[in-house]
């Protein structure tokens, strides 16, 4: 049983509110919310049976739980700085599941083949932690056992392991079994900054949705790739962006 969980809050010192935000930018209801487009490309991975929302218990995080709510998904709050304590809190809550991927409610790019591809490749090899590389910053996955979180909850005592949730199985790959599953793209998708973290980088995302509509494929012949070649100057819209 596979468990998609995804961390979120509101508090984005670039972006504030960044989750809730409509996309593409005229869109109306919850479904056309970043946080709404991550939850429907969850859900549209075949091998997950459930998605949920891991947030914190600031006040201002409300309005993200209730918009979690209203899309039928768990949500478990707790720590702001201790995410991976949260991950903990809603695996518990959520009930027996044995894998899980995790998801940030600023990617509402991620492809749905590509989260199988992930966690095929992580129960095939046994693996208690895999990562996809090649793919545009944004959509690539993290699959992690149950089992290698536990023991990273109760093992990890550095800040940026608690805070960044995977930093204490990397760091341990004499504990833990790490897999890298390397994916292509078409050359003109792979470098592109697909993730939400500064106003262009919403610009960007939101001219892909409105272009392409919500289920558009990182691969597809008619969709970003053939949108990429007739306005490649797409790209250069938040390529100056400088991730943390």
Known sequence: MTL???QARLGSSRLPGKSMLPLPLPAMGDENTILGHVVSRARRAACIQKVAVATTT?????PLTALAARLGVGVFRGDEQDVLGRFAGALAQAGDFQTIVR?????????????D???????ATGADYTYTSGL???TNIEVISTQALLRAHREATQPDEREHVTPYLRRHPELFRLETLALTV????????LTVDYPSDYAL???LFGYLGPDFSLTGPAGLPELLT??????AINADNVQR
């Open 4 to 6: 998609a969980l995804i």
């Open 58 to 62: 600031q006040p201002l995080d409300e």
């Open 103 to 115: 998801l940030t409610a600023d990617n509402p790019a991620i492809d749905p083949a590509f989260i």
């Open 117 to 123: 591809a992930a966690v095929a490749h992580h129960l």
């Open 136 to 138: 545009p910053l944004g």
């Open 186 to 193: 078409p050359p003109a998708v792979a470098p592109l900054r």
């Open 205 to 207: 995302l939101s001219l």
């Open 230 to 235: 007739r306005h490649s100057w797409l790209a």
